[in-house]
């Protein structure tokens, strides 16, 4: 069946995220990397999540992976993904260190990193570091381990993987190392893979061949994929559904025919006009979106994309949030230009407010404004 066939399937959800919020205590305030944001990913479909550096994308991942680095903290929202149970688990209220969270890492959620050199051990063989899941999750036997482990490198097409099984990451090209990591993360049959730019430091040649390898992978094994990149080209080849981030939230989400066709946020149309397009006059310059993204440290309850958007309605959107608003077909957009629905505030956590008090009590401002042209 073919990707434009499957859309019109009614399928059940892998996880729902829903209000999530992940806050960092710092020392100059709150930063709200994660502010809300809300969406589900269907058995066997592929949302991509688009937004430029520091819009809180690979803060969103691994507040579903529960990896959110100190003194980052989920402080509201929802997890919740479909197991082998009848109920749903939500993640946000497990021990992100307990037995039970770490029997789901790598067994029903994987991740394939930006940078396999970084994530993979350089004093460790390829084939250990593989094997160290499946001995966790699938068998405690280390000879079926090893031959799960030469069937998965063969399936990503690594070749003489009997020879690259005992080999170190410094052997392996990037490509190959980008391989293993996609063997690595697929060895235990997930539900949800979640891959956070995997080819950004490759060649437009092997990027190809990676993608290709993710799409046959999804196929056979019947997975979900979260696929966060910044290139929209990446995006509308593999994605069947498309959330646009901004500042800690979703500005837009719909099909990925819908969002490249039919672009309602001024920041997605913003984007899609930086793209470079065959048939445009030589040395034009690209439409660009003016300013940076803000640091999100004591954000002003506004929207947040206010400073830098060319629509702006003074009265509207620098007083409130707008609501995430289906307009049809499920093609969401957060924007006064479509919608007069507002966001409520969220009440601060005891947390919060303790380190509030403390600032107050310490003479710093309780909430300063977003400076324009600050970036992460």
């Not at 993360?185 to 490759?202: G, K, Q, V």
Request: proline content about 6%.
């Amino acid at each position: 069946m073919s990707r434009d066939a499957k859309r019109g399937e009614i399928l059940s959800s892998v996880i729902e995220v829903n209000n999530l919020r992940t806050y960092f205590n710092l020392d100059d305030g709150v930063l709200k990397a994660v502010d809300g944001v809300s969406f589900d990913v269907a058995s066997k479909r592929t949302l991509g999540i688009i937004g430029e550096s520091g819009c809180g994308k690979s803060v969103t991942a691994q507040s579903i992976l529960r990896i959110v680095p100190n003194p980052g903290q989920i402080v509201g929202g929802q997890i919740l993904l479909q197991t082998d149970e009848e109920e749903p688990v939500d993640l946000t209220a497990l021990d992100q260190s307990g037995e039970r969270m770490r029997s789901i890492r790598g067994r029903h959620i994987s991740m394939i990193f930006q940078e396999p050199m970084t994530s993979l051990s350089p004093v460790h063989t390829i084939g250990n570091q593989i094997m160290e899941a499946i001995l966790l999750h699938r068998t405690p036997n280390d000879r079926e381990a090893r031959e799960i482990t030469l069937e998965m490198l063969e399936r990503v097409g690594i070749s003489n993987p009997r020879q690259r099984i005992d080999e170190y990451p410094h052997q392996f090209s990037g490509g190959m190392r980008q391989r293993a990591m996609i063997a690595m993360a697929l060895s235990c049959r997930p539900t949800l893979l979640i891959a956070d730019e995997p080819t950004t430091a490759l060649d437009v040649t092997v990027q190809a061949q990676i993608l290709e390898l993710m799409r046959e992978l999804q196929d056979l094994y019947g997975m979900s994929i979260l696929y966060i990149t910044h290139d929209l080209g990446v995006i509308a080849e593999i994605a069947d559904e498309v959330a646009v981030m901004y500042l800690g939230r979703v500005v837009e989400q719909g099909t990925t025919r819908q969002i490249f066709h039919s672009p309602l946020h001024p920041y997605t149309r913003g984007l899609l006009k930086s793209i470079p397009m065959l048939g445009r006059k030589a040395r034009v310059r690209l439409d660009a979106i003016s300013g940076t993204v803000p640091i999100p440290i004591n954000p002003p309850w506004r929207c947040g994309f206010w400073n830098r958007c060319p629509d702006r309605k003074a009265g509207h959107c620098d007083v409130a949030v707008p609501a995430l608003v289906d307009m049809g077909d499920g093609h969401r957009v957060r924007c006064f230009l479509h919608s007069e629905g507002q966001e409520s505030r969220p009440t601060e956590t005891s947390k919060q407010l303790r380190k509030t008090r403390r600032r107050r009590s310490a003479g710093a401002p309780h909430e300063e404004p977003l400076a324009e042209g600050s970036q992460l």
